[in-house]
């Protein structure tokens, strides 16, 4: 497995919040996501959005603990990365 989360440093809504990601497909993420509790509505195409309260659970869940760079950096690596300038393009129509 291959999941990573970065730990909690962006702020909203009250909280700081960690991404989840897979440096290996977004099947594996999404099993890992359903497996932990993570709600379908915090996924953001490449990854899922996390509040600080469950990052050690998602660490304890075997989730591997990497810097927010190492995690981009891999995420880059995979191909699975969405840049920016074509997230408007990847999302849902409607």
Do not use: C
Not at 32 to 56: C, K, Q, T, W
Not at 71 to 78: F, H, I, T
């Amino acid at each position: 497995m291959t999941v990573l989360i970065d730990p909690p440093a962006w702020p909203a809504h009250g909280t700081l919040w960690s991404h989840v990601v897979s440096d290996e497909s977004l099947s594996e993420l999404h099993d890992f996501a359903a497996a932990n509790g993570i709600r379908s509505r915090a996924f953001d195409l490449d990854h899922y959005d996390v509040p600080a309260e469950m990052y050690d659970q998602l660490v304890n869940a075997g989730a591997s603990a990497v810097t927010g760079k190492e995690l981009v950096r891999r995420l880059r690596a995979s191909g699975l990365r969405i840049p920016a300038k074509d997230r408007a393009a990847h999302r849902p129509q409607g």
